[in-house]
């Protein structure tokens, strides 16, 4: 019992608990070596196989959302959200694809969180103020539009969208004030011309709403909603 007691036994036993503990250390150490190593071959071999790239995803969603494939597009654009989730342009085209599909309440949240993301995103403040007007709240889509419109005074979508707002309260010159801008902005913008042959229709001028809309078809030729709305006049 003394010789187990004694300082040299006692300090023998440390030092072989200490080799231990230290040769544990460099096993594990090892093997983490092994494992990150493993994982940055494996990634070599496969291309980054499991990492999305953001902009590709968004790059390939697009490319599906222009050729009609919409489920295809909605899970490129997942993808990127996943990957960026703080992403304005990515919250942007998952509102665009669900508005699309119609999933109008997760459209609407797309749009706002994209929006906070970024308050500068034109598309995204667009497509929120539109909503507002097709649920007949012009008043919102005013309030939206406004700040869009004061830094950039010249988007013809924005004024199409504020034209729109004010025919709905009944605002009817500034209607056409901003109607006929947008479309001398951009005469080949869809929604321009629609908007301005309906304030025309409106405002008992139908010749010349026909007049725009046959202008409109020439121009938009895979447009479907101008030939819908010109065969509306036939």
């Known amino acids: 019992l003394d010789t187990l007691r004694s300082p040299a036994v006692s300090s023998h036993r440390r030092d072989g608990i200490s080799m231990h503990h230290e ?3 460099r096993a594990r150490a090892t093997l983490v070596a092994l494992a990150v190593a493993g994982a940055l071959f494996s990634a070599a071999c496969t291309g980054g ?8 995803a968004l790059a390939k969603g697009r490319e599906f959302y222009a050729a009609g494939d919409y489920d295809k597009a909605r899970l490129e654009f997942r993808n990127a959200l996943q990957a960026a989730p703080d992403d304005a342009e990515a919250r942007y085209e998952n509102g665009r694809v669900a508005e699309r599909q119609g999933n109008l309440r997760e459209a609407l949240k797309f749009y706002e969180s994209a929006l906070e993301a ?6 995204a403040r667009a497509s929120l103020a539109r909503m507002y007007v097709f649920a007949a709240q012009p008043e919102r889509a005013m309030e939206l539009v406004r700040p869009g419109l004061e ?8 004024l ?6 004010r025919a709905q309260l009944r605002d009817v010159p500034g209607a056409f004030q901003d109607a006929e801008r947008a479309y001398a902005l951009d005469p080949k913008a869809e929604a321009a011309v629609i908007q301005l042959a309906a ?3 409106a405002n008992a001028r139908s010749d010349r709403a026909r007049e725009l809309l046959e202008k409109g078809a020439a121009d938009l ?3 479907e909603d101008v030939r819908v709305t010109l065969a509306q006049l036939y």
């Open 118 to 123: 970024n308050p500068d995103h034109v598309g």
């Open 49 to 56: 196989a499991g990492v999305v790239d953001p902009g590709k």
């Open 151 to 158: 830094k950039q005074p010249d988007d013809a979508t924005l």
């Open 160 to 165: 199409t969208i504020r034209s729109s707002a």
């Open 23 to 25: 040769h544990a250390a």
């Open 199 to 201: 304030l025309f229709l």
């Open 221 to 223: 030729p895979e447009s």
